[in-house]
């Protein structure tokens, strides 16, 4: 049956490396776009515009903008296809990126920052999509992994790019770049772009309403988990450069050398989480099974070294040990959290799921981004910065063991949910 979603013909099932490629570079991009910004508020006349209390508020713009698309950019793309569905993403969050260029307060780069993650937030059930149409089960944590490796690759390359950009023609002309590699991506998808076999008017017909996926235990946890666990990435993501000016005085040149080093470590937890999974399948454990010990164990590597951070004597080795450490247990558990959905919802209702999922992943970001600037900005003046970020390390590691908890005890079987099948039957006789 696999074999009939990723093509009977032996030219499709070669083809589904350049696919997954294109979701790679869509992802690459995707962070590109996402973190550019981060890092050029953090020194110079953008830091200056913008102070840590309205950072976090911004960040909060984009994770509002997250969440209202998360509600229904999975829906809409289970309706319309993926090759639609992914290219207006991609218009959407590259026009917002190229915008960055025009701005000149932080209420527009608010503004900004909310538009793209309007656009941004359809990547992951886009993508989870298009892995679903062209891979089988057996192969998906490795494909998950490995399109999700571009949220690592993009933020190893970011730093360094932004940075020698930045310095040689301006921050302006940075949020130029970016847009231009986006819209070469927009063109080659729509030209290249396919739906394996025959399958894609169905893919376009059978969509799970909101509320009956919500009457499950599965979809329900999961949304709750991706609260807590998705902000400590982003954590991770938009506050690196930030941390490393304030508490080492880091220069934007030093940044770019620098902050890239926990997104290589990353990088390798998108492919030894998925392969790890695909390994322990491989030797006879249950697919549900292999999926929660890689789960379990992913969430264990992100919470310990967030816990422990604030009671080890700080050093920049140290500090960029902890966002390594960190940033591997997420990509990791990110491959397998990817490959998890199609395990137990019907196969035309996987992004549509991702994105309820992934409101969770909004709102907490929305809570935590500005919780974090609040804390930071009144901890440091009261204290200090190293002070401030310790707040910021505990917070984060508790909500790593709250995602912990949820995943192993409360979010239910990793099986095939009967009850959304049996819907999705029902509806087919109907």
């Known amino acids: ?126 993508a989870l999509k298009l892995t679903r149409e062209w891979f089988p089960a057996k192969e998906r944590s490795t494909a998950s992994g490995i399109f999700n490796m571009g949220s690592a690759f993009g933020s190893i390359i970011v730093p360094p790019l932004v940075a020698y950009i930045s310095l040689k023609y301006g921050w302006k002309n940075t949020f130029v770049f970016l847009a231009v590699l986006g819209y070469i991506w927009l063109i080659a998808f729509w030209l290249i772009y396919h739906t394996p076999g025959k399958k894609l008017k169905k893919d376009k017909s059978r969509v799970i309403p909101f509320k009956v996926l919500f009457r499950t235990r599965f979809v329900t946890m999961f949304t709750l988990s991706k609260f807590f666990i998705d902000p400590i990435w982003y954590f991770v993501t938009f506050w690196i450069g930030r941390y490393l000016v304030d508490v080492y005085h880091f220069n934007l040149a030093q940044i770019g050398w620098y902050a890239m080093l926990p997104f290589i470590v990353a990088d390798v937890g998108n492919l030894l989480g998925g392969y790890f999974t695909q390994f322990i399948i491989q030797k006879g454990v249950p697919i549900a099974k292999a999926r929660r010990i890689s789960l379990g164990a992913s969430l264990g590597i992100m919470a310990l070294p967030l816990l422990a951070a604030p009671f080890i004597p700080f050093s920049p080795v140290f500090a960029l040990g902890v966002f390594s450490l960190v940033g591997f247990g997420y990509t990791s558990y990110n491959a397998n959290s990817l490959a998890l959905v199609p395990d137990v919802v019907p196969k035309d209702s996987t992004a549509s799921v991702w994105g309820v999922g992934s409101v969770g992943t909004g709102i907490g970001g929305a809570v935590f981004q500005a919780l974090s600037g609040v804390i930071l900005m009144k901890v440091a003046v009261s204290s200090s910065y190293v002070v401030g970020y310790n707040y910021l390390f505990l917070g984060y590691g508790v909500l790593a063991l709250i995602g912990l908890v949820i995943i192993l005890f409360l979010i239910g079987s990793f099986q095939k949910n009967q009850y959304l099948h049996q819907y999705v039957e029902a509806a087919d006789k109907a």
């Open 1 to 126: 049956m696999d074999n009939q979603l990723v093509g009977a013909t032996q030219k499709p099932l070669k083809m589904r490396w350049v696919m997954i490629g294109f979701a790679f570079l869509a992802t690459v991009l995707n962070y590109m776009h996402r973190l550019s910004f981060n890092y050029l508020s953090s020194v110079g006349d953008l830091r200056d515009l913008i102070s840590d209390e309205a950072f976090g508020y911004i960040g909060s713009c984009f994770f509002i903008a997250y969440t209202l698309s998360n509600a229904f950019s999975g829906f809409v793309i289970d309706k319309i296809g993926t090759k639609v569905g992914y290219s207006l993403c991609m218009l959407i969050w590259n026009t917002a990126g190229l915008f960055h260029a025009l701005a000149r307060s932080p209420m527009q780069f608010g503004a900004v920052r909310f538009f793209l993650g309007v656009g941004e937030a359809g990547n992951w059930p886009a």
